[in-house]
């Protein structure tokens, strides 16, 4: 599973806060809000460390995703729980590239339609 997946549904499980560490060196600890697939997060009721300064409280922080070195999580999180709430559900075949006509067995036709009617591509129409 992935780890965007569970981060997703962390905020639901749970208001402890979490320790989020960033590739240049701040601390920020805060409760999670929301989570975006890119990991970019949300977060409330903040406190800011950076090396060398003073720390700074702050109501709501967002933090981009690839900028995230570690995010570490409180001691006594049931991990087991979060896990079990985010687990998906495969609803089977889709509308995408790799699916099939069930009928046919022929993979399906992009949704563009045809251009020219004559067949290839080609630099213009032969008289």
Do not use: C, W, Y
């Not at 599973?1 to 981060?7: I, Q, T, Y």
């Not at 402890?16 to 240049?24: G, R």
């Not at 809000?33 to 700074?56: A, G, R």
């Amino acid at each position: 599973m992935k780890l965007v997946r569970f981060l997703m549904s962390l905020p639901g499980a749970t208001n402890q806060p979490v320790t989020v560490e960033l590739k240049n060196g701040t601390s920020v600890n805060g409760q999670i809000l929301s989570s975006t697939p890119l990991m970019n997060l949300s977060l409330k009721n903040v406190k800011l460390i950076q090396p060398h300064q003073d720390p700074q409280l702050l109501q709501f922080i967002n933090i981009r995703g690839n900028q995230i070195r570690q995010i570490l999580l409180p001691d006594d999180l049931n991990i087991d729980s979060v896990l079990a709430k985010s687990v998906t559900k495969i609803k089977g075949n889709g509308a995408g590239p790799g699916s099939q006509d069930l009928l046919s067995g022929a993979p399906k036709r992009g949704g563009r339609p045809m251009r020219g009617g004559r067949g290839g591509r080609g630099r213009g129409r032969a008289f």
